[in-house]
């Protein structure tokens, strides 16, 4: 049976105010209130640019600087988790764009369960991420008092210390910006996570459809822009020393 | 500018419902979405910071009366300049005209019934309070002695003091700043009035779209350094530690990367109000106006290409320390048009002398020598012997104090009639600004020459033989102190006593104009529709203006 | 059927295109890096890593569709990060050799 519209539909000119919906106060159009949304959200990724751009910008420096430390450094970290994290978020991009096309088309139904999926990859994610952390803490690479490299394969080490002798202490460095960057892309994880649930009780009270979506949209340009930020966490952080091995 | 003006005259504005008089009780305050309100509620608390950060201001002065350190301890003295910097630039000198003004101003300039996002301009004034309260705290637990600079190691490791509350503070303010400067942009592109094209905006417009780009690109940037400053901290999350191998100059990078873009968020509102002012006090309109609408713009992208020149002696590479120090003689240019231009306006106008004037010109002459002396700095052999002496505080005083605060006081006055619908003590306010005037120039000058003569800033003593200079500096201060005090207590009285303005009392030409004294909620009656420049000033303007002098001051 | 929208809306086969280039491009990035390129290794890296960034901005975060405005706004923000980088580079990079002391000799 075809799925009955939520909500009236009826024809109307681009722009005229129309309908049951009507824009906020301070607007005189909905589309006027769409675009500003839309705007507004891009330039609050622009700060995340910037945000994450400085830490992007650190690392490049201190790699630059110490490029046998950051290499050993990256080579511990499991690049095949790393590998399935990154696929999992692909996944989760792709069912949030679902979701959101559902309500670009009317498919109200189908918008919570989109989300849904997009919240499971997105705790399949913090959970390898959580597996990853507690490698790291029982093998000690953690910065600060317990941190002690050692290097499984002696000719390696012997390598780096001949190439950098202080090479345990800059891969120190490399493993803060490591669980610096991985930790704050992972609050925003988080963060997003908490933005979608409240998005599925919207959506369960019918808010969403075709003629007004914006939050849905708005959470899927940050939801996405997360993404972007772990596709170069990624290759920087765990691919420098994979030919090594 | 076609809607016809609503006359009334001053009692019956009162009378009519406005955005003062729509709703009473704290609650219709607190949780405003109209910004002008949330206007005022920002007038309050960064006058509240500003007294704060004064008092610290007076404490060092104190302090340097005498060649000894006798008023206070050297750690004592450290952590008075720095909750003095820090709450003066991030409580005050950044938020100030955008939040206040620009708040107020933006949307009517426009002509639209608010910002684009109301409340996120309310979150935006609550998260400033929270990031306040942070800082707040450790000032009252014993502040933070690291300098406003927070360079590291000594903030990472050695500091003693409360640098993470106080970094946490300054973290979530600037969030405060990302949401205004958002909601300008947004509320530029997409909600002016019908005609009203870009280059028929105001430059106050132009200046704070300027202003709110350097914030969102800029800000993020410090945001990540003082958290980075407070993972290590806490965590040893070590990316600046030397002992690990980290560079200390990454920090200052860094940290310069925000902070001197920051000093064209303080700079440009002020000029920008200071276009407004004289253009009004010379009943002309700007000259060159695409010209000072571009050079807002090449302000802030030039800003962000000579933080450089912070680092000259900390040990960045001599070449690009070269190639700062010639960007940051470049980063002058669209300045000193602006200031030509500003002349250029005065040339052959018709001028009075009004309290907002006498500020705007006070801006002029002084934000000149601050940007003078900015390039003498921008020199990389000067610079090697004037860095980190008095030198560079009279020089970022003069823009920041002669730059930033004139150009708000005189905003202030200058619109005082359009928010309260009052007009404020002519005599008493031009007293006040004349002590400001003197004051500053007591207080400041004096600093280049201590600084010339190599005395270091930061230190709590000092060699005798600079003694004298450092007395004129503290007795400007005082004189200063006094200039100041005085708005905040003949603002206070004209809210009840102050005579009414009526609409226009300035005889102005702008959109914020076109509506009654203090506005109506929804700004506009109609949406008005633009059909020319602005500045339009007429010779009936200069003649109505005339007749309404005498008793403005 | 809507005619609300501003833009015509992504059929679901160009999404799951993009989904499927991107998990190519995973693959591809890990086993790139699997082998010793030398100095390519990072350039070969930051190639798939742009290139996958620009299908997610440009199909899932529907840059295609947008204003110019918006495009300018995301335009502006990657080229003042790349600014940042740049103008870091312009003093680490041109820093003369530090040697550093060996603890004990």
């Known amino acids: 049976m075809a799925s009955t519209p939520l909500v009236d539909r009826h024809e109307h000119g681009y722009g005229a105010p129309h309908g049951h919906r009507h824009p906020a106060h301070q607007f005189e159009t909905m589309a006027q209130q769409k675009e500003s949304s839309t705007l507004g959200m891009w330039l609050f990724l622009v700060t995340e640019i910037m945000f ?46 679902l979701a959101i096309r559902s309500a670009q088309v009317n498919q109200l139904k189908r918008i919570v369960p989109f989300i849904v999926a997009t919240m499971v990859f997105g705790m399949i994610f913090l959970g390898i991420k959580y597996v990853e952390y507690a490698n790291k803490f029982h093998e000690n690479h953690v910065p600060g008092p317990s941190f002690n490299l050692v290097l499984e394969d002696a000719q390696e080490a012997q390598a780096a210390a001949a190439a950098d ?81 | 500018m076609d809607t016809a003006p609503v006359t009334t005259t001053a009692e019956t504005a009162f009378e009519r419902p406005n955005y003062l008089n729509a709703d009473y009780g704290w609650k219709s305050w607190l949780f405003t979405l109209d910004h002008k309100r949330i206007a005022i509620l920002y007038l309050i608390s960064v006058t509240i910071f500003f007294a704060i950060g004064g008092t610290f201001a007076g404490l060092i002065r104190l302090e340097l009366l005498t060649p000894e350190g006798d008023l206070m301890g050297p750690d004592t003295y450290n952590r008075m300049f720095t909750m003095h910097g820090i709450i003066m630039v991030f409580f005050f000198l950044i938020p100030a005209i955008p939040a206040v003004l620009g708040n107020f101003l933006i949307p009517l300039m426009v002509g639209a019934k608010d910002l684009a996002m109301p409340r996120l301009n309310l979150a935006s004034w609550y998260v400033y309070n929270l990031g306040g309260l942070f800082t707040l705290w450790a000032i009252v637990h014993g502040g933070v002695d690291t300098g406003w600079t927070f360079y590291t190691p000594f903030s990472t490791t050695y500091s003693n003091t409360y640098v993470v509350p106080t970094a946490l503070g300054i973290f979530i303010t600037g969030f405060s700043t990302i949401f205004t400067a958002l909601n300008f942009i947004v509320t530029i592109h997409r909600m002016r009035a019908p005609g009203l094209s870009w280059f028929r905006l105001p430059l106050f417009i132009w200046s704070m779209y300027a202003t709110s780009l350097i914030i969102m690109l800029g800000t993020p940037v410090i945001a990540i350094t003082v958290l980075c400053v407070g993972l290590e901290r806490v965590l040893h999350l070590g990316i600046f530690d030397p002992r690990l191998g980290g560079d200390p100059v990454l920090f200052e990078h860094m940290f310069w990367f925000y902070s001197h873009p920051a000093v064209y968020i303080m700079i440009l509102p002020a000029m920008g109000v200071v276009s407004e002012l004289v253009a009004a006090f010379a009943r002309k309109k700007v000259f060159g106006y695409r010209v000072v609408a571009f050079a807002s713009v090449a302000i802030a992208v030039l800003g962000f290409l000579v933080w450089g020149h912070h680092l000259f002696v900390a040990g960045e590479s001599v070449y690009s320390a070269t190639v700062f120090s010639v960007l940051s003689m470049l980063v002058a240019v669209p300045s000193a048009v602006k200031v030509f231009n500003w002349t250029a306006t005065l040339y052959e106008g018709s001028i009075s002398y009004q309290t907002p004037m006498l500020y705007a010109l006070g801006f002029i002459g002084l934000f000149t020598i601050g940007g003078l002396t900015g390039v003498m700095v921008a020199t990389l052999g000067i610079d090697v012997h004037v860095h980190d002496t008095y030198f560079i505080v009279a020089h970022f005083h003069y823009v920041m104090v002669g730059g930033t605060i004139m150009g708000y006081l005189g905003g202030l006055h ?43 800033r930061r230190y709590w003593s000092y060699p005798p033989e600079f003694q004298v200079l450092n007395v004129l500096s503290t007795a400007g201060a005082s004189v200063l102190g006094i200039g100041y005090l005085l708005p905040i207590l003949y603002f206070a009285w004209s809210l009840k006593y102050g005579e009414k303005s009526g609409d226009n009392p300035w005889g102005a030409v702008g959109l914020e104009w076109d509506t009654p004294s203090p506005p109506p909620t929804e700004n506009f009656y109609t949406t008005p529709v633009v059909t020319h420049g602005p500045y339009e000033y007429t010779r009936d303007d200069v003649h109505n203006r005339m007749t309404q002098e005498a008793t403005i001051g | 059927m809507a005619e609300h929208h501003q833009h015509p809306i992504t059929p679901v086969r160009t999404y799951v295109f ?59 923000g990657f080229f003042w990060l790349i600014l940042m980088l740049s103008t870091f580079m312009m003093d680490y990079g041109t820093r003369m050799a530090v040697v550093l002391p060996v603890p004990g000799k």
């Open chain 3, 18 to 76: 993009v989904w499927l280039a991107l998990l190519v491009g995973t693959v591809l990035t890990y086993v790139f890096a699997r082998s010793d390129f030398g100095w390519a290794n990072t350039p070969i890296a930051l190639v798939i890593a742009v290139t996958k960034a620009l299908l997610v901005l440009y199909f899932f975060m529907e840059l295609r569709h947008s204003t110019r405005m918006t495009v300018l706004t995301a335009v502006a």
């Open chain 2, 414 to 456: 200058y619109w005082w009639p359009k928010i309260t619908g009052r007009l404020y003590p002519g005599f008493a306010s031009k007293l006040s600004a004349l002590l400001v005037f003197v004051g500053f120039n007591l207080t400041f000058f004096p600093q280049f020459i201590l600084g010339y003569m190599g005395m270091p």
């Open chain 1, 165 to 245: 002798p202080l090479y345990q202490r800059h891969a120190e460095i490399f493993f803060s910006l490591y669980f610096i960057m991985t930790g704050i892309h992972a609050t925003h994880m988080i963060v997003g996570l908490g933005i979608l649930a409240v998005l599925i009780y919207f959506a369960r009270r019918r808010k969403f459809d075709a003629e007004y979506y914006n939050p849905l949209e708005m959470t899927g340009l940050y939801w996405h822009f997360v993404d972007i930020v772990w596709i170069f966490l990624f290759p920087l952080l765990y691919l420098l020393g994979a030919h090594t091995h």
């Open chain 1, 52 to 97: 994450f751009g400085g830490l992007f910008t650190a690392y490049m420096v201190y790699r630059h600087m110490y490029p046998v430390a950051f290499q050993v450094a990256s080579s511990t970290l499991d690049a095949t988790l790393g590998g399935t994290n990154t696929a999992v978020l692909i996944c989760s991009s792709l069912t949030m764009a």
